[in-house]
């Protein structure tokens, strides 16, 4: 956990590195202004309405039923109860990064007149992305960790990308996030989850089932193999078991013959 909360901090101060750059970068501030001009010249009645429902995929809704997912698996002993610890763990790293990547950097949001939407506090990075980007990262996990084929598992992360980016474009197009925003937001949130994924992600394995943890009973020898096991082990003092004796050697070689 330690090594965890280093690597935290780390990309925290990389967050905020990248703030600072954006803000006083005049190519990357060109590029917002020219994507937000682009997309809200692109609006359409349809599109605002679809937007608007597919920003909440960003919101306190997706922990929520996140939360519920990984609570219904470790009762169900799908996962184990370390996922639930560290799934809390993540939100925290998310939620403890966005917060403090937007006091640091502290930068304005798009022009007020072009918002849609309701929003509040500093634009970099972007909370909704963040948030998205950590609820169905984690949904896809637990899909490609119970499922039983590998086309499941592709399905579960395609759509979370999908969901995730949906989200991020949601923000810019309502007009209350930047483009370089909603970047720093899924970049920031994508490295935490690696970073957990690779030094945890062997103790989230599902628990065996009981029928599993028994082995199978191991075969029975036949009669005739522990008769001559006992006849063949030695009694103290050198001499064989008195229930098989020794067969003279020319006795042996007679029967050999007789038997043809």
């Known amino acids: 956990m330690l090594m965890l909360i280093g690597i935290w901090a780390g990309l925290v101060g990389l967050l905020v590195a990248a703030g600072q750059v ?16 682009a997309v809200v010249n692109a609006r359409t009645p349809a599109l605002n309405s679809v937007m608007k429902a597919m920003t909440w995929l960003g919101s306190w809704v997706a922990l929520l039923v996140t939360a519920v997912v990984i609570a219904v698996l470790v009762i169900g002993r799908r996962l184990p109860v370390l996922a639930a610890v560290v799934a ?9 990064g966005v ?31 963040a948030v998205a ?25 395609v759509t979370a990308g999908l969901a995730v980016a949906a989200t991020a474009f949601s923000r810019v197009e309502l007009g209350v996030h930047w483009t370089t925003d909603v970047i720093a937001s899924v970049v920031f949130v994508a490295s935490w989850l690696t970073a957990i994924a690779i030094s945890l992600g062997g103790c989230l394995r599902p628990p065996e089932p009981l029928a599993d943890q028994v082995s199978s009973p191991e075969p029975r020898p036949h009669p005739d193999e522990v008769l001559c096991a006992s006849a063949e082990r030695p009694r103290p003092g050198g001499q064989l078991s008195p229930n098989v004796m020794p067969r003279p050697k020319g006795a042996a070689m007679l029967a050999g013959q007789s038997s043809l």
């Open 88 to 96: 809390v763990f993540a939100w925290a790293g998310e939620a403890g």
């Open 99 to 129: 917060a403090i990547g937007k006091a640091a950097v502290g930068r304005e949001r798009p022009p007020r007149a072009i918002w849609l939407v309701h929003a509040h506090g500093w634009s970099f990075p972007s909370g909704h992305s």
């Open 22 to 37: 954006v803000i006083h970068s005049g190519a990357l501030t060109d590029f917002d202004h020219h994507a937000t001009r």
């Open 133 to 157: 980007c950590l609820a169905f990262s984690v949904l896809a996990l637990c899909a490609a960790t119970l499922a039983r084929n590998r086309a499941a598992s592709i399905l579960g992360w």
